[in-house]
Nanobody, 121 residues
């Protein structure tokens, strides 16, 4: 089973930036689709951004133009700029071999433990 470990979460004021990292081990390769999801208490986990093996990216409308997903051999990044209080959540990294619907959490079969992002106004 692949292992994913997120880091880079923290507290920031509105308008600030954070970069999340997801380190992959096991059998995660560049051919995998990687996604970032987020969840707040009482709400469903939602897709934020994803990148497939060809480098194609997908973003939720709420983060388009503010967040950027990228990856190298074993680390997937989520650069978050102009953060807003509504971005406060636990952010999870996920992986799957193929992702025809990149922001659909039901497709992903490997998950990290999550990292907290808190944005204050």
């Amino acid at each position: 089973q692949a292992q994913l470990v997120e880091s880079g979460g923290g507290s920031v004021q509105a308008g600030g930036s954070l970069r999340l990292s997801c380190a992959a081990s096991g059998y995660i390769y560049m051919t995998y689709c990687m996604g970032w999801f987020r969840q707040t208490p009482g709400k469903e986990r939602e897709g934020v951004a994803a990148i497939d093996s060809g480098g194609w990216t997908s973003y939720a409308d709420s983060v388009q133009g503010r967040f950027t997903i990228s990856k190298d051999d074993t680390i997937t990044y989520l650069q978050m700029n102009n953060l807003k209080p509504e971005d406060t959540a636990t952010y999870y990294c996920a992986a799957v071999r193929r992702c025809p619907n990149p922001l659909d959490r039901s497709q992903y079969n490997s998950w990290g433990q999550g990292t907290q992002v808190t944005v204050s106004s």
